[in-house]
């Protein structure tokens, strides 16, 4: 019998930073009264969630929603409009799609 191990996605908090930064004006759900500043907690939810955590983003939400709560800081945002910014970066994080 032969285990299968798997690990959380590596994630380089700096080129994820970068990346967003430069790319959150493409994404569906951006609007344009908010700026990154806006969006910026939301994405690190994301891409450090699967790292922290083990499981689907829908399965997890709640504790997704706390963690936006407890770091968005000025963010104008509140979760249910910074929701699809951090299931993007969740999404990319697990799919290794960030640079090292």
């Known amino acids: ?15 994820e930073e970068a990346y967003w930064r430069h790319a959150y004006r493409t994404e569906p759900y951006y609007r344009t009264e908010f700026t990154y500043e806006d969006y910026g907690p939301a994405y690190r939810v994301g891409y450090t969630g699967p790292v922290r955590r083990s499981g689907e983003f829908e399965s997890l939400e709640g504790e997704l929603k706390n963690d936006f709560d407890q770091v968005r800081g000025r963010s104008r945002l509140r979760w249910e409009e910074a929701r699809e910014a951090a299931r993007a970066a969740w999404r990319r994080a697990q799919r290794n799609e960030h640079p090292q």
């Open 1 to 15: 019998m032969t285990a299968t191990l798997t690990f959380p996605p590596v994630v380089n908090p700096t080129a």
